[in-house]
């Protein structure tokens, strides 16, 4: 089949690219693997799942008569209201006529002579496009469990990340969950409602705020909608992508007690940059980091009764936001009850998984099922899981072997007329990320409408300029304390995988008027290609 562009995945990336592209006159096929749309919220259906910023930004705003018709009922809504809202996006704007499901894309080649990418997929069909469209999400590859004997379980195994469509009744089961990341977090206190004994097991510890999510009243989302031109435009320019807090101090201009009542009341916010949004040193400098890290470890020493396991679940490792940090509903206080147990992988790993439990170095644990929630091959993981080659048949995969390197985290040298949407080297999952994905979106559509109106044939990010950028993230980074968390934002969980930050940590507003200045001096950074000769561009 040949159209003008592929898109991978019909979560809200692939979703608002179909839109935007069939908008500017674009043909467009998406291909997606599930059966639906709606990326992570079509596969995350653990229970607990839910967003972590407020539904009021976390959705999206470049229809106006969208944001102000939908009713988000909570604070923070669940993955199947989220998954509502990602199935009326598709009806409203009749976007699935171009979504292919249950198509898996295994493999895209650019071929030089016609300047086109040839995409193949699992079910043996060829796409021929001109373009190249990688939205198949940051968080979209489990991380691959590597635990002795884990086939050999006689019990029920699950994934967070792909849970059964119909659901799971613990209910009078004995289960373990591996992890204690945001999934963890979310779905324990859920597990142990239902469950006979839930067994965590926990390597790292994470900090984990509490959401405080409440059903939205008319007024409040009366009056967030009222306010939405002045929050929105707040968000794209924030650090962040929700509206910044002023930040005008460093954690030691204030005394101990009025640094002890901020954190307080950001505790109360349920939100998650409240506490780090408090003083502008906290993520640059050690000392400034402690106090909040400090203040939160009293939470939940002050939450948790009995102090041993308060400590073990105390983070100590790492600077308090330099992991993705957690919202919790009761993940703290579910510790206080009896049929809840704390292991300390640290302390004893796990050796096996056994045909009837786990077994840890200094003990054998017995379970009806178990529940993996292990994260993810974050950022580059669904984009290098397909096997693209660009000029000279240059892999991708091979490309990116000592880490991702991408221009501005959207495009690649050697790889023509291929973006990628919140790809390495842009805030994506340090942000909110709808408006990373509407950010991004937009840029790739008048890219490819100024490409098409001057004839165009290739745009390439340079091997110079690609270099620049990815300097410039690490750079931005080193000023930052995440670089010294074991985080997977460093790549730092899935074993063999190259360690450096992957997100541009400089800010989306900053970003957004870099992304913009290189648009306006003609794709500065990029070449571009007519139908027949090779120049460089003006920038
Ligand atoms: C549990 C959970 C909670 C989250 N909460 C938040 C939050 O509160 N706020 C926030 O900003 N972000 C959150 N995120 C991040 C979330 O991933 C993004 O917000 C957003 O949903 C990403 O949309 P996307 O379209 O880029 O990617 P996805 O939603 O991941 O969609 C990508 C799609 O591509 C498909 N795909 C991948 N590879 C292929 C292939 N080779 N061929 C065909 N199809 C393919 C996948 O099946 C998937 O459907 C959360 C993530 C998780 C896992």
């Known amino acids: 089949m040949k159209t003008d562009v592929v898109v991978v995945g019909a979560g809200f990336a692939g979703m608002y690219m179909l839109y935007r592209l069939r ?10 693997v599930a059966d639906g749309v709606g990326g992570t919220w079509y596969w995350n259906r653990y229970p607990g799942a839910r967003c972590d910023v407020m539904s009021m930004d976390y959705s999206f705003s470049f229809d106006d008569a969208l944001q102000k018709e939908w009713i988000w009922s909570e604070k923070y809504a669940t993955q199947p209201e989220i998954l509502r809202y990602a199935n009326h996006v598709a009806d409203r704007f009749d976007l699935r006529r171009d979504i292919q499901f249950e198509t898996r894309v295994t493999s895209a080649r650019f071929n030089e002579s016609t300047q086109r990418w040839s995409v193949e997929t699992d079910g043996g069909e060829t796409f021929d496009t001109q373009y190249y469209i990688f939205a198949s999400g940051c968080l979209s590859v489990p991380k691959a469990i590597d635990i002795e004997g884990q086939n050999g379980f006689a019990g029920a195994t699950y994934h967070t990340a792909d849970w059964p469509l119909d659901g799971v009744n613990f209910s009078g089961q004995r289960v373990a969950v591996i992890g204690t ?76 007690e009025e640094r002890e009542q901020a954190y307080e009341g950001a505790w109360d916010k349920g939100e998650l940059i409240a506490i780090m949004q408090q003083y502008n040193d906290l993520l640059i400098d050690d000392a400034a980091n402690e106090t909040a890290a400090n203040f939160v470890r009293n939470k939940i020493r002050s939450i948790v009764k009995d102090p041993d396991v308060a400590e073990t679940l105390c983070p100590t490792s790492f600077p308090i936001g330099t992991k993705r940090a957690c919202l919790d509903t009761g993940y703290y206080e579910m510790f206080n009850q009896d049929h809840v147990e704390l292991v300390d992988l640290l302390k004893s790993p796990i050796e096996k998984i056994t045909a009837t439990g786990v077994k840890t170095s200094d003990r054998e644990f017995e379970f009806d099922a178990i529940v993996f929630a292990t994260g993810f091959d974050a950022m580059t993981g669904a984009i290098v899981n397909v096997d693209v080659r660009g000029v000279d048949g240059v892999e991708l995969a091979d490309k990116w072997d000592a880490g991702p390197r991408a221009y501005l985290g959207l495009a690649a040298h050697q790889f023509p007329n291929l973006f990628m949407i919140t790809g390495p080297g842009s ?45 410039h993230v690490n750079d931005v980074a080193n000023m ?56 460089a561009s003006a920038g």
Request: proline letters at 6%; charged letters at 25%.
């Open 23 to 32: 908008e500017a006159g674009f043909s467009a096929r998406v291909l997606e």
């Open 427 to 471: 805030p994506s999952v340090m942000s909110n990320m709808i408006v990373s994905i509407e950010q991004h979106v937009e840029w790739i559509t008048d890219c490819l409408v100024q490409a098409r109106d001057n004839d165009v044939a290739t745009i390439e990010a340079t091997s110079e300029a690609e270099q620049l950028w990815v300097d």
């Open 480 to 535: 930052t304390l995440f670089p010294q968390a074991n985080s997977w934002y460093m790549g730092a969980n899935v074993p063999g995988k190259p360690r450096l930050f992957m997100p541009y940590i400089g800010g989306c507003g900053v970003y957004r008027d870099k992304c913009d200045e290189v648009a306006k001096n003609g794709y500065e950074g990029f070449t571009m290609s007519s139908h027949t000769v090779k120049h």
């Open 181 to 256: 990341g945001s999934s963890g977090i979310q779905s324990m206190p859920i597990i142990a409602a239902q469950a006979r004994a839930l067994t965590v097991f926990q390597r790292t510890p994470a900090f984990s705020l509490p959401a405080e999510n409440r059903p939205m009243d008319d007024d409040e989302r009366a009056r967030l909608q009222n306010d939405y031109p002045r929050r929105r435009a707040g968000s794209r320019h924030s650090l962040f992508g929700v509206p910044d807090y002023p930040m005008e101090k460093s954690a030691f201009e204030v005394s101990d």
